[in-house]
């Protein structure tokens, strides 16, 4: 018996190592734990613009789902939620990158129909004021987008994307604050109480819904169960897109059931654009990726640090990234759709040679007039959401969608439920012409940027306008200005406008604003602050996810 003492005893020794190894391994797992900062994920996360659509999101990937599912989940829930925003009335840019590092763009933004109104630019407002009218829908491309997308990209099964959304269109939500808010802004309640929205956010006085009270979306939901069950084409070439063109007609529009038949999802190459250490991945124009790229290649000039921020230098940062954005405002009228103006109207703003010529022409010590910038006078605009995701097999995508201004044209189809888009208004001021297929000029940029080192960022925004400043200062402050993520995206902002005014967020540092002032820039009194900028980061295997607190957003994760 004695003889296996010794086999007994190496059981012993091996159980006890065993145990020992584990004991480390969890020590080990745990201080990696410790390592990612509170708040943060393992796995993955969706930086929606509400809790309730970032937790869709998250709910979808935890149920096998890709980010491509969740951003669709994410976006169909915001159409609900923030109303105001986005639809399947509208169009998306989705930039996707795959584990392996392959990007490509999604771009299924709205498209001119084939019958227009002649002298359609001729109706383009020349003050800040919403476009309403029939003449400015756009042939919606979202459920086709996400028809392709989902094709691609998608693991579960089509309708289940649909089903959370089905659920809070049917059953209602509690009206969000955000939109409660912007309903009681006298300007949007009079557009709303005076459209067929009403029949929507209304009640049964035909005043609006305030913040007590149950938003529904019955004829929605309806809607959206057919095109769970049926796919996309119910919405193109089924009883949807029927109904749908019917509605259009009794308003005076023009798009038919060919425009919606012949719409097509364009799939693209990213444009993938060195900014020192990281490579930033844009969509193409009509987007606005080149315009983003431009003024963070300027501002890449200037070495920015933390220290960028300290006292005098401060000013001097914000005076560059001023005079960076006039310059861009100088350039939007290059950005426009390629397939109907060739191919090479943006190409030069991501050009090291020319970015380097304008960087010269930036001075520290003082400002210029508007011909200095090539500026020729434009319009602004509001609106738009941005969905940021990223899975656990590595999959990012970053997702902006819009019906354009808020609640696009205010045109409701009774009955679909669904709010159109007004974007064609996009071509205002910075088109001559518009034809049969064209996609408007944006300011969407979804965007993925990705470090040496392996590290992703997923981002982007909305505000129309206003998504170039709040996308590139957000990027400025995580990467160059020793930010994290959640202070980089709520650091005040400052908005260059179409005339190259001035306009401060409130909150913003008064003793920049004052030394801006002496360099002889002009200040604007902007009082539409709508940027929103959510975000999914990863870097050493910890998850980040910030959702705008602008728009009371909160992202979800796991
Ligand atoms: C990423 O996309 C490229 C190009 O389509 C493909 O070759 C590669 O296999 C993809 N990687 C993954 C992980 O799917
Ligand atoms: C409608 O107006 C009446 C009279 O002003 C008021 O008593 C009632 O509460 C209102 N109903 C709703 C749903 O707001
Ligand atoms: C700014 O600096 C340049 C050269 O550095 C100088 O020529 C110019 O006069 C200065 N302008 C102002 C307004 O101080």
Redesign the pocket.
Known sequence: MARYKPWLLCCFILAGLICAVAVVCLCVATLVDRGCPSGSFRHAAVSADSQLCSEVGRDILQQGGSAADGAIAALLCTSVVNPQSMGIGGGSIITIR???G?VEVYNFRETVPQTYKPDLLKDCPTTFRMSTGPQWIGVPGELRGYWAVHKQYGKLPWAKLFEPTIRLAREGIDMPPFLANLLNNPLVRNHVEKSSLCKVFCNKNKTILGENDILKFPKLAETMEIIAKQGAEAFYTGKIGHDLIADIKATGGTLTMEDLKSFKVRVEVAWTVPLGDTQMHIPPPPAGGAILAFILKLMKGFSLTPSSLDGYQKIQTYHHYIEAAKFANGQKRNIFDPVFNGKKGADHLIDPSFINRIRERILSNTSHDNSYYNVKPSSDHVGTTHVSVLDEDGLAVSATSTINQLFGGTIYSPRTGIILNNELSDFCQRADTVRAGEQPPSSMTPVILESKSGGLLVIGGSGGSMITSAVALSIMNRLWLGMNLKDAIAAPIVFVDSTNNVNFEPGFDKSVKDGLKELGHKYGDWKYFFNVVNAVEKENGCIAAVSDSRKRGVSAGY
Do not use: D, L, P, Q
């Open positions: 795959n584990k392996t392959n």
